[in-house]
């Protein structure tokens, strides 16, 4: 048979299948029938695992902690010295940061402070990040950058941005230079990396307030300690993307190298670091993505700057203050991400030695230029200082008055969707995950993992799942299941359709493909804005956040997968016979079916990371553990409460990663 006609003949549905739709079917069963005999028969703790069984290991956690502050000593230093010197090194340069950007540096404390040098003037440091933008890229990006700058100046929203600004110049390179490190002495020595990718894999899996809670509780209350948890959330995708860059090094590069006479120290930094580049940019861009999904978080613990108006507007229900602010942190992500894409795919000019000094410096020089002449004109002339507040402007009564007319006009409409979601959707599936019987449920995943994974992945599927179990967080775990399943079921419902409609229609997909990557840019809380003004707070509040948050894997995953289908096998199907509506569900959307379980699988992470945020809506899950021990400085709770959340994306990741690697051999791609 030619090898496109077996391609096609091994889409056919496999008789395995049936065993999982039997094993589904038997779960519902069990969950439908199963609460009242259960319980009739003395056996309620299948149901609610027993209060007097339960292990203190939040405790524990907790006393260890406090000894750690306490008690702790290392020969000379205390544990206390240890964080204050860490709090010392990144203090440092962030007030150098903040006075340069927002708040000017002064002499003296308190009332008798005196002013010696204001801060940047707002036409200096447009100037300054517009000339960045040309050297990067382009024209294009530069006027994309003057005029995102100028919005925030005109919206007034231009002293909180200078001070998120200054937080992300200083985690940023902080969580770069760590993530190289790591990154390197992984790829040196694979016992560290056997050791540091477990860590990063749990730190990528970990709930953002996970991070919040132990951070409170080592170093207090305070943008420092804000900065802290960025770099650590930061942190994982540089150390990654380090470590994969030098890796995928062509070892013919290495050699030359080593003919070439090159010590270790300048193999690494004069050959694989300059060759891993790419990869290494590509870091850059992650983290300051990430550190712009920690701005509202970080203000929970004293960040100050845009995250804080976003968070107290959404504690005033200020629709306004809220979006303006919101919108403020998405033009700098925007902007930020822009040129951080630019810089990767920037490749480094010959440089012509002949060139005179203000030739070389050019672009330098003019950025001094214009912070001197924009200093001396400050003294004479207020406009050259800052911005007149008089003349600035406001959409903050514009969004009041949408969301005011949205809720006047169809607030019945509204309602009544809500309430038909909610009842035939949300609640069957909640009452379908609490109904189930805990060993059931553990003996159907350990099942699962063995299927796919053999014992390895049964074994970690059995003791994460007890974890949870004996730390009596069960039935908490299934109404974060629950909230998880029900948001990923209706973001695959609007975002595979949409990804087949992108594969199918070039159009389609630059237009979905910039729609996607707008929204990856967001930070998390922008999408509570909105949902909480419409809806109010719930459930179902909860689960349109999370749907709008991870949608973009289901749509570009499976874009990805249909246009990524060998052409000949398409072709091999047109000559057998098959319409349109034939190649599409018996041969497109089976062998994109790998690229589709990797993209759910990414929705899946992004809506677990997203549900410990909406505990801020109400929902009663993992995620208001967590929020709860946050807000009572319980790093044992908090930790506790972040693991079992961890433990079910990895249980997820590892159960579909290893069916699309299954579904990958069986069409022979891998």
């Known amino acids: 048979m030619p090898p496109h006609l077996q391609t096609i003949s091994l889409v056919l549905l496999s008789k395995k299948k049936f065993t999982f739709i039997f094993l589904f079917f038997v779960t519902l069963l069990v969950s439908l029938f199963s609460s009242d005999f259960l319980k009739s028969n003395d056996l309620g703790w299948a149901l609610k695992f027993p209060n007097s069984l339960i292990f203190p290991f939040k405790l524990y956690i907790s006393w260890s902690i406090k000894w750690l502050i306490e008690s702790a000593t290392f020969g000379l230093f ?37 002013l010696i040098l204001s801060p940047l003037s707002w036409i200096a440091m447009i100037g300054i990040m517009t000339i960045v933008a040309i050297k990067i890229k382009d024209l294009s990006l530069a006027l994309l950058t003057f005029f995102a700058f100028l919005y925030l100046v005109i919206f007034d929203q231009w002293h909180s941005s200078m001070v998120t600004l200054a937080s992300i110049f200083i985690a940023v390179p ?23 990718n477990p860590i990063l894999n749990l730190m990528q899996t ?8 132990p951070v409170l509780v080592l170093f207090g209350f305070g943008p420092v300690s804000a900065l802290i948890a960025t770099i650590i959330y930061a942190l994982p995708p540089m150390v990654h993307t380090t470590y994969l860059g030098l890796k995928g090094i062509n070892p013919s590069i290495v050699e030359a190298g080593k003919m070439c006479g090159c010590n270790d120290h300048q193999l690494l930094w004069k050959v694989e670091i300059p060759s891993a580049l790419s990869s290494i940019k590509l ?11 920690m701005v509202i978080i970080a203000s929970m613990i004293g960040a100050g700057g845009l995250g804080y108006d976003v968070l107290t507007s959404l504690r005033k229900l200020d629709i ?7 919108l403020a942190i998405v033009i700098l992500a925007i902007v930020l991400d822009r040129m951080s894409f630019a810089f990767i795919g920037k490749h480094k000019k010959f440089k012509n030695e002949n060139l005179n000094f203000y030739k070389k410096y050019f672009h330098l020089l003019i950025i001094i230029f214009l912070i001197l002449i924009t200093y001396i004109f400050g003294f004479f002339i207020d406009l050259f200082k800052s911005y007149p507040e008089n003349i600035t402007l406001s959409t903050s009564a514009f969004w009041e008055k949408s969301i005011k007319f949205i809720n006047v006009n169809y607030y019945d409409q509204l309602e009544i969707f809500k309430f038909y979601i909610l009842k035939y959707f949300m609640l069957p599936i909640k009452s379908f995950f609490l109904s189930i019987p805990w060993p059931w449920f553990i003996f159907i995943l350990v099942l699962l993992g063995w299927y796919y994974g053999k014992s390895k992945l049964a074994l970690l599927n059995l003791i994460l799942l007890l974890f949870i179990v004996v730390n009596g967080l069960w039935l908490k775990a299934m109404v974060t299941i629950y909230l998880c399943g029900a948001s990923v079921i209706l973001a695959c419902i609007i975002g595979v359709p949409l990804g087949i409609w992108g594969g199918l229609n070039d159009r389609a997909n630059k237009i979905l493909s910039s ?19 419409l809806f109010r707070v719930g459930d179902f509040t909860a689960m349109l956040a999370v749907i709008l948050y991870s949608l973009a894997p289901a749509v570009k995953y499976t874009i990805h997968g249909i246009r990524g289908i060998n052409p000949e096998i398409i072709d091999a199907g047109v000559a057998n016979g098959c319409n349109k509506k034939q190649l ?5 959307l089976p062998l994109a079916l790998p690229e589709i379980l990797l993209g759910i699988n990414q929705t899946i992470m992004l809506a677990l990371s997203m549900l410990v945020i909406t505990a801020l809506v109400g929902t009663r899950e993992l995620g208001q553990e967590v929020y709860i021990a946050l807000t009572k400085a319980d790093i044992g709770r908090g930790l506790v409460a972040g693991l079992c959340v961890a433990f079910i994306a990895i249980i997820s990741d590892n159960l579909i990663k290893s069916a699309s690697k299954t579904l990958k051999v069986k069409y022979g791609f891998l």
């Open 78 to 114: 205390t544990f206390n010295d240890f964080t204050r010197s860490i709090s010392w090194i990144i203090e440092q340069p962030y007030e150098i940061i903040l006075s340069f950007f927002a708040e000017g540096f002064y002499k003296g404390q308190g009332s008798q402070a005196i």
């Open 320 to 326: 306004g203050g809220g979006v303006e602010a919101g």
């Open 515 to 533: 729609i996607m990557d707008t929204l990856q840019t967001l930070p998390s809380f922008v999408y509570l804005i909105p949902v909480v003004m």
């Open 174 to 196: 902080f969580g770069v230079s760590i993530g190289m490190f790591f990154g390197i002495l992984s790829y040196k020595s694979l016992n560290t990396y056997r050791i540091v």
């Open 206 to 213: 970990m709930p953002v307030f996970a991070y919040l809670v």
């Open 283 to 293: 870091g850059i861009n992650q983290v300051i993505m990430l550190s712009f999904n």
């Open 584 to 588: 599409l569900f018996n041969i497109r």
